[in-house]
């Protein structure tokens, strides 16, 4: 579904990713783990084409797409959910989502308002408020409701469990299961390893810009030293 | 005045404003959406108009021809901005913002002279609207009817583009893109098709304010500059991408602009008081308070920091002494070799470096963007010029006294500038030069109005050219190279950590308003001494050293240069003056080539002259390593 070769990427003269490389599979939550500062998010705005990669290769639905402007690559099917949530402020919820609207995909589940609404019931009471206005949980809600307007196939979620209370974590990790069940795939960027264990199938560990493990969740539970050499605080 | 002339004047006023509506609203939308400060906004009015005009002569004066003109014309405005918008726009997004400016002012040039081929210099005036001749009557005074239409237009355009911004996907996207347009392009909608179409639709409101005013004013090759400043002061008072602010803001100055006319001359307490000059700068007197008390207009909101800006400029490098030297010898000897013409031509570029360096340093290093530099230029000419000829001083005297007369202006004008900061602030230095332009172009009895001053020569020992030559490189060398140092020394870095960080440079103690006074004030007297030093060498002193379009040459050589290059704005300087020496003595279309020459090295340098010289040298240079 989505393959990441050799990326690397700068911002401005700071090389932030020294060759990264990963793998995701449809219909698979996969987890990229590091802490503040690892390069998560980069390696999500480089594959996204929001950082032009300097070097390597990002392939998605059977096409290169490390050369592509974020447009392209977004109507490919790649969703993106920035971690700022960057919602229109001025907008209404509505109006949010129709700046995601795409075309329906084949062979890709089909969002519509009312059925990102079931998902996201909070949302569905406040149709016209602007964005501005809203709490950061509905705000996260949102921002993943509106990528998820675009019908991804893959959708790229940047620490979606950051700033939110405990019962919109739950919540939140209650729709990254929903999405998965819908057969949709997600990368998430996290601190939060607890968070992901819980939603994720697989996981990578990113420290200073290079991958520095990949495996199943079980195998990173189990490994204690992995943990606490690049994920403790 | 009575109530019947009180609300003759207010109908006149609203009739002026619904054109003004129109293309503030259009340039407001570019603006919100592409960040591109369109000085060719005005130009797209005056296509309106001459369009509008051709158009009537050629289907007839009948209503259908008429109104079948006005909206043919205004399309076909909407088309030229969407041909800007892709041949030359399009291929600068991500160039820094003042370089997209530079293109701007390129297409202005370019468009009048498009303009003076097309349809002459001759003012063109457009027949009434057929079918719309007749006056109504109004309490005993009789109203054109087409100006009842106009006020009329005016909140229905209002309507329409409000229904259009929120009740349409193009709407939703227009504003969502104003807000985060890489978020938007990340959401898998094609930009450069969004502001292709945001420009088509500014255009045509352009292109329409223009041609609805065919009956009400003879379209002329002076309109673009004259409606692109009244269109900035309606978008700014308004409140920058504000529609509502925009329709309000071409009201209130509409509306103004009418009572200074109907109130004519009054006497107050013995003095005379003439309310019809005040037109020209009632607006921006207008603007200037709303700024002072709103500093994002009337009901705009302050600009959210901009996503993906452009990098933070580079670190100064300071040109060598001996580097410096070899330039002065040089300049010396021309005199010595090269003939008469080239002795003056250099005057003008030593005078005019001076300008430009004085504008770079408080637009690049200081981080304040003035669209009316020439003010302070226009200043210090008259000053030198007034005082020689009005009081009596020795041109010695005169020359050094209007430097700090410049000063005096900037220390004012200064202390409502740097009170705001981005497009804010442009726009109130350029209300500022306005405002002094207009003073000087009508306080006849002194500065002898649109005339300007004459015989202002040097002394004698300065008459001859060489030798005036020589006291132009001193003084004009002798500021540039102070700026420079001033720029090296602890005030000028405070003020460019003020640029780059106004919370971290106040954090660290700096009074970063202070120091950007004193910055203004500074680059104030020194556009001053360039000015006194060029009013002597040419001996006269017009309005137009305090235009517009001076304080847009200024720019042009600056950002020609490469605004982050301490030498760039004097390469820029001379060669932009010697490039229009050479073109305007050889066509009378120097604008249009110029235009082109600007054009073609905005999309073949965005860095500058000198900054793309010196990145094609860097990578010559880690190609041979």
Redesign the interface.
């Known amino acids: 579904m989505l393959g990441v070769k050799d990326l690397h990427a700068f911002y ?1 003269r700071a090389h932030i990713l020294h060759g990264i490389s990963l793998e995701a599979h449809a219909g698979e939550v996969v987890a990229l783990l590091g802490r503040n500062g690892a390069g998560k998010s980069t390696a999500m705005k480089a594959i ?1 084409g ?1 950082v032009p990669p300097a070097r390597g290769e990002v392939s998605f639905a059977g096409q290169r797409i490390e050369r592509l ?3 392209r690559i ?2 490919l099917g790649l969703g ?1 959910v ?1 971690e700022e949530r ?1 919602i ?4 209404s919820v509505m ?2 989502l ?5 075309a329906a995909r084949s062979g890709v589940p089909l969002w519509t308002e009312e059925k990102l609404f079931k998902l996201f019931p909070n949302l569905a009471r406040m149709r016209e408020r602007p964005g501005g206005r809203m709490s950061g949980g509905e705000q996260q809600m949102l921002t993943i409701a ?2 998820l307007m ?1 019908n991804p196939s893959c959708v790229l979620l940047d620490e979606p469990s950051e700033g939110l209370a405990p019962i919109i974590v739950e919540e939140m990790a209650n729709s990254i299961r929903a999405l998965k069940g819908e057969g949709v795939s997600v990368i998430l960027c996290e601190q939060n390893l607890h968070f992901a264990l819980g939603v994720a199938d697989r996981a990578y560990i990113i420290e200073k810009g290079q991958i520095r493990f990949g495996g199943s969740m079980a195998e990173l539970a189990a490994n204690d030293s992995l943990r606490e050499q690049y994920l403790s605080v | 005045m009575t109530l019947a002339s009180f609300i003759i004047q207010l109908l006149n006023g609203l009739a002026a404003a619904a054109s003004l509506f129109l293309v503030s609203a259009g340039l407001s939308l570019i603006f919100g959406v592409t960040r591109i400060v369109n000085f060719a906004h005005g130009s797209l009015y005056m296509l309106g108009l001459y369009g509008a005009y051709s158009l009537i002569e050629f289907f007839g004066r009948t209503p259908l021809g008429f109104w079948g003109a006005v909206a043919l014309s205004a399309l076909a405005v909407g088309l030229v901005g969407v041909l800007i918008e892709v041949l030359v726009l399009r291929r600068i997004y991500r160039a820094p913002e003042l370089f997209q400016l530079l293109a701007t002012f390129a297409i202005v040039l370019v468009i009048k002279d498009i303009a003076l081929f097309t349809w002459g210099a001759e003012d063109l005036v457009g027949p009434r609207a057929p079918g719309l001749t007749m006056a109504v009557e109004i309490m005993g005074r009789r109203i054109p009817a087409y100006d009842l239409l106009l006020i009329a237009i005016g909140p229905v355009v209002l309507g329409a583009i409000w229904l259009l911004l929120t009740r349409t996907r193009w709407g939703a996207l227009v504003r969502a893109a104003t807000q985060d347009r890489e978020m938007v392009g990340a959401l898998g909608v094609d930009q450069a098709k969004l502001f292709t179409s945001v420009f088509f639709v500014g255009s045509v409101l352009a292109g329409l304010g223009g041609a609805l005013q065919i009956p009400r004013e003879p379209a002329n090759l002076e309109l673009d500059l004259a409606i692109i400043a009244d269109a900035f002061v309606v978008t700014v008072v308004g409140g920058l991408g504000s529609i509502g602010g925009a329709f309000l803001a071409a009201i209130i100055i509409g509306v103004a602009k009418a009572f200074c006319i109907g109130i004519g001359t009054v006497t107050w307490f013995g003095f005379e008081i003439s309310f019809s000059k005040l037109t020209l700068v009632v607006e921006f007197l207008i603007m200037a308070l709303v700024l002072v008390v709103r500093p994002y207009g009337l009901l705009g909101k302050p600009q959210a920091a901009q996503r993906a800006a452009s990098e933070p400029a580079p670190p100064l490098q300071v040109p060598s002494w001996t580097f410096a030297l070899v330039w002065l010898a040089l300049l010396a000897i021309v005199p010595l070799v090269a003939d008469r013409y080239a002795t003056i031509l250099l005057t003008d570029i030593v005078c005019f470096a001076l300008f430009s360096v004085s504008l770079h340093f408080i637009m690049g290093p200081a981080g304040m963007v003035s669209f009316g530099h020439a003010a302070y230029f226009g200043i210090g000419a008259y000053a030198a010029g007034l005082l020689l000829k009005r009081f009596g001083l020795p041109m010695e005297a005169a020359l050094l006294l209007a430097p700090v007369i410049a000063g005096l202006f900037a220390i004012v004008y200064g202390w409502f500038c740097v009170r705001l900061s981005g497009v804010y602030l442009a726009m109130l230095t350029l209300a500022f030069a306005q405002i002094s332009w207009s003073i000087v172009f009508q306080w006849d009895s002194v500065t002898g109005g649109s005339n300007g001053v004459f015989g202002v020569w040097p002394a004698a020992w300065l008459a001859d050219k060489t030798v005036y030559y020589y006291m132009a490189l001193v003084l004009c060398g002798a500021g540039i190279v102070f700026l420079w140092l001033v720029l090296f020394s602890p005030f000028g870095y405070a003020l460019r950590a003020g640029r780059d960080s106004p919370l971290r440079a106040e954090a660290i103690g700096i009074d970063l308003r202070g120091f950007q006074w004193a910055a203004f004030v500074l680059v104030g007297a020194m556009a001053g001494l360039a000015g006194a030093v060029y009013a002597f060498s040419k001996g006269s002193i017009s309005p137009s050293s305090i235009s517009i379009a001076q304080s847009t040459d200024g720019l042009i050589m600056v950002l020609l240069g490469g605004v982050e290059t301490l030498t760039g704005p004097v390469v820029g300087a001379a060669i932009f003056t010697w490039l229009r020496d050479v073109v305007a003595r050889n066509t009378e279309f120097w604008r249009a080539v110029m235009g082109g020459v600007i054009l073609l090295i905005v999309l073949l340098f965005p860095q500058g002259l000198v900054g793309g010289l010196k990145l094609l040298v860097t990578r010559w240079r880690e190609q041979r390593a």
């Open positions: 401005g996204m929001l402007p974020p447009y977004a109507r993106y920035p960057r229109f402020t001025e907008l109006e949010n129709e700046v995601g609207r795409q509106r990528t675009g």
